[in-house]
């Protein structure tokens, strides 16, 4: 439906997620602040409606944000579709609307791809979030395509959802094991409050500047690649399995003079795995930083590997 009220949940997507737009820019003047307590007032004073940014914006961003699209999304009836991926086909290619997809409660399994059609949101509720899995496997689609949720739009937004891959672990030998639970390529997409949850190769991190805060992700061997440019505020890595090494990032900036890296600020690393890395060398220059991250005594004494390649 198209309407001014929005109530509920929608408030939440509404005031967060169009005002992120311009995020990135601002945090650059704002340091965020070392005592944990202090995160979400400084946070706040950033993030603040359209209408108290709009001459800091884009006319062309606040323009977008103006009257946004609601459209409901529900299992077994009561909104305007009933998967996820008939309601992003609904948006036209090069949409130039905030459209905020509120989804139902329930487990959606399909692949969902945002492609062309930036300035979408999907928000959960933070009570009882869904649940998008998808049983995508290297076999079916190559560890990239493989994911179970791919966006490829720029300005995109998540709120409380769950994003998981089902298909059985890697051992070496299967033919069709698990892929890649999220590949995020759009530049400037955030998410809030939401949980990844796989087994190796989670987060495909491709390439773009992209924002995530009260972010859980649930795994055992390079949670996250690729070379893109993120900041996570506020995360729980949640180590498991029984690898001979389990690490958390495998960064892959290939020249000094690329301006990509990640960036952790007040996190955790914990649960049941041994010596795990904070990175391992993949290609030849990459560039991760933990800042105010609480590490258990999982966390290997070297912090970081070489991945057998010293140089």
Request: with cysteine; proline share 5%; hydrophobic share 40%.
């Amino acid at each position: 439906m198209d309407g001014k009220r929005i109530e509920g949940n929608e408030v939440y997507a509404l005031v967060i997620c169009i005002s992120i737009l311009l995020f990135a820019p601002i945090v650059v003047s704002q340091p965020i602040p070392a005592d944990k307590s202090q995160v979400e007032t400084w946070f706040n004073d950033i993030i603040k409606p359209v209408k108290e940014r709009g001459k800091t914006l884009d006319p062309e961003l606040v323009e977008v944000g103006t009257e946004p699209r609601i459209i409901r999304v529900m299992q077994g009836g009561g909104g305007e579709f009933n998967t996820i991926t008939k309601t992003i086909e609904s948006v036209p290619s090069g949409n130039g609307k905030h459209v905020i997809i509120s989804i139902g409660p329930g487990s959606y399994k399909e692949k969902i791809i945002e492609r062309n059609k930036p300035f979408i949101t999907l928000v959960g509720d933070p009570k009882n979030m869904p649940n998008l899995t998808f049983d995508g496997t290297v076999k079916q689609y190559g560890t990239v395509d493989g994911a179970a949720f791919i966006i490829e739009s720029s300005y995109f937004v998540g709120a409380n959802l769950n994003i998981v891959n089902t298909p059985p672990r890697p051992d070496g030998k299967m033919v069709g094991a698990q892929a890649v639970a999220l590949r995020v390529s759009g530049d400037r997409p955030a998410f809030y409050n939401c949980k990844i949850i796989g087994f190796q190769d989670i987060l495909f991190d491709d390439r773009g500047n992209h924002f995530f805060k009260d972010f859980h992700i649930r795994g055992t061997v390079d949670f996250i690649f690729g070379s893109g440019t993120f900041l996570y505020l506020v995360l729980i890595f949640l180590m498991q399995g029984d690898l001979e090494m389990a690490v958390i990032t495998i960064q892959a900036r290939e020249s000094s003079s690329e301006d990509t890296g990640y960036s952790f600020a007040h996190g955790r690393i914990t649960e049941t795995a041994k010596d795990v890395f904070l990175g391992r060398a993949w290609k030849s220059s990459l560039r991760v930083v933990y800042s105010y991250t609480e590490m258990d005594e999982i966390v290997h004494p070297g912090g970081w590997s070489s991945n057998r390649q010293p140089e």
